[in-house]
């Protein structure tokens, strides 16, 4: 996870002082690697991702944006999780409720899950599995993934079996998260 140096008001604005990072975003690591990666690279570089997911979920927190241009590759060969800009807690309903206003309008299409296109959509941890299974997909295809109401307005799921090199378990992991 980036790290948080300093955060302040000024000017009428929030402001936060964030680490640092070097290296490409994996939006653009894709694109240099020929506009997609194998499974196996797929997988590995999200690996530390999910564990910071894993902390953010701890915390009663929720991302809610993510995608391959909030995921950086540094140079030292680390990833960070970045862009916290749209978490919600989905804990204090006072603080969701004012984080949810602030932030409704934040959608990824072809990476947000369906319940974040609803005031009354249920955001979990479920919500971030859907947007990095969607990221995985993109780094797999270097497609970005079909909007999800028109996946469910056409009844049609992504067919797992086309995408070369994955494994019948990488298949399920990623069919369940989507």
């Known amino acids: 996870i980036v790290s948080i140096l ?32 194998s499974p196996t690279q797929t997988f590995n570089i999200m690996r530390p991702v999910m564990a910071a ?5 701890e915390a009663a927190l929720v991302h809610r944006d993510i995608s391959p241009d909030n995921i950086m590759l540094q140079y030292d060969g680390s990833v960070k999780l970045m862009d916290f800009g749209a978490v919600r807690s ?13 932030t409704q309008a934040i959608v990824k ?25 969607a990221t995985m997909y993109y780094c797999v295809t270097g497609k970005v ?4 109401h028109d996946r469910i ?20 992991i990623l069919q369940k998260g989507m």
Request: aromatic content about 12%; overall charge negative.
């Open 109 to 133: 299409h072809g990476f947000a899950p369906i319940e974040q296109y609803s005031a009354k959509g249920s955001i979990g941890p479920w919500t971030d599995e859907y947007a990095l299974c």
């Open 153 to 172: 307005d056409e009844d049609k799921d992504i067919d797992w079996d086309a995408v070369a090199g994955l494994t019948d378990r990488q298949k399920e």
């Open 145 to 148: 993934p079909e909007n999800v």
């Open 53 to 57: 997911l894993a902390q953010v979920h």
């Open 6 to 37: 300093d955060f302040f008001e000024a000017n009428n604005t929030a402001y936060i002082v964030m680490e640092y990072l070097q290296g490409y975003d994996l939006k653009a690591y894709i694109r240099k690697k020929g506009g997609r990666l």
């Open 90 to 102: 989905v804990n204090n309903a006072a603080v969701d409720k004012e984080l949810t206003q602030a």
